[in-house]
Nanobody, 125 residues
Framework: QLQLVESGGGLVQPGGSLRLSCAAS????????IGWFRQAPGKEREGVSC????????NYADSVKGRFTISRDNAKNTVYLQMNSLKPEDTAIYYC???????????????????WGQGTQVTET
């Protein structure tokens, strides 16, 4: 059973930083693309960043390029999202997702997602 647990969200001032973590269990982690999505109140869910199973391929939404960095530690079954220079529009619930698909298909179309986490709130003060 695929299970994903996000952590690291919280309150942050504009311009601040946070690092989100997505801990996985129940599947062969290195075989799966992992993605971060977010949903703000009244808005549709959007793909933020995705990383391939081996970590060699990544994808970022234009709105976060240059500010966010995705990485993974397959020995720890964990994916990270380092978020710098946070803006008020980054306020949202952030979810991680896992699937055996490409980073483009996951991030751009949310296709091939096999499991979602419960989400962690990020709020600009």
């Amino acid at each position: 059973q695929l299970q994903l647990v996000e952590s690291g969200g919280g309150l942050v001032q504009p311009g601040g930083s946070l690092r989100l973590s997505c801990a996985a269990s129940g599947f062969t982690f290195g075989y799966y693309t992992i993605g971060w999505f977010r949903q703000a109140p009244g808005k549709e869910r959007e793909g933020v960043s995705c990383i391939s199973g081996g970590g060699g391929s990544t994808n970022y939404a234009d709105s976060v390029k240059g500010r966010f960095t995705i990485s993974r530690d397959n020995a720890k079954n964990t994916v990270y999202l380092q978020m710098n220079s946070l803006k008020p529009e980054d306020t949202a619930i952030y979810y991680c997702a896992a699937g055996r698909t490409t980073v483009q298909r996951m991030c751009n179309m949310a296709m091939g997602v096999a499991s979602w986490g419960q989400g962690t709130q990020v709020t600009e003060t």
